[in-house]
């Protein structure tokens, strides 16, 4: 079952903030956090393992509400650097029968201007 | 030292040929994947696999298969290529994160651009 990214797009000034939204409609297990530059592989951010959890990595951090099955990536003070497309990836608990099976979201391109 | 490296990096093809693409791990992983990424960046699962269990996306065609000569390797054969099966192939390894079930940080390797004509 894929997660459902959004926005699509965000397009940002250096120094501004934004925040990615990744959503399910089946229970989580766990999300992961990539971020793909263009012509390159996708680099693991972060990995949320239990509800409420919340992780940072430099300025960007997450969070993850199990019960809404919900997780939010928030970049702040971004910098030329972040501009890349996010994807979160969801597994569900092993009882689903998808177990080890990371499914991404679409992606959300952000784009950092000067 | 690459932790995982697919070979080769690109690929040109016609229409119903077979390929492989091959992937080596050398980060002592248990499981590796196979993911497809087509021209809207969307990440398609197709194969988990480890030791014991392939698990295989219900989408992906028959055509697809991979094949694994030991756990640092996991191969993906394609028969009979369709224009379709464009896209940037990615293989990828991860480990359980410790003392609990679930997936830990994927590796990915370079990708496989495939181009089918």
């Known amino acids: 079952q894929q997660p459902v990214q959004s926005p699509q797009a965000v397009i940002l000034r250096e120094g501004e903030d934004a925040v990615i939204n990744c959503s399910s409609s089946?229970?989580?297990?766990?999300v992961h956090w990539y971020r793909q530059k263009h012509g390159e592989a996708p680099v693991f951010l972060m990995i949320?393992?239990?509800?409420?959890e919340q992780k940072g990595h430099d300025k960007i951090s997450a969070s993850f509400n199990e019960k809404k099955q919900q997780s939010s990536l928030y970049l702040t003070a971004s910098q030329l650097s972040y501009s890349g497309t996010y994807f979160c990836g969801t597994e569900m608990a092993p009882s689903s029968g998808s177990a080890r099976q990371l499914t991404f979201g679409s992606g959300t391109q952000l784009t950092v201007l000067p | 030292d690459t932790a995982v490296s697919q070979t080769p990096k690109y690929l040109v093809t016609q229409m119903g040929n077979d390929k492989s693409i091959k992937c080596e791990q050398n980060l002592g992983h248990d499981t590796m994947y196979w993911y497809k990424q087509d021209s809207k960046k969307f990440l398609k699962i197709m194969f988990s696999y480890n030791n014991k269990e392939l698990i295989i996306n219900e989408t992906v065609p028959n055509r697809f298969s991979p094949k694994s000569p030991d756990k640092a390797h996991l191969n993906l054969h394609i028969n009979s290529l369709e224009l379709g099966d464009s896209a940037v192939y990615f293989c990828a390894s991860s480990r359980l994160v410790g003392g609990s079930s679930r997936t830990g940080e994927l590796f990915f390797g370079e990708g496989s651009r495939l181009t089918v004509l």
């Open positions: 949320l393992l239990k509800g409420g």
């Open positions: 089946k229970a989580l297990y766990s």
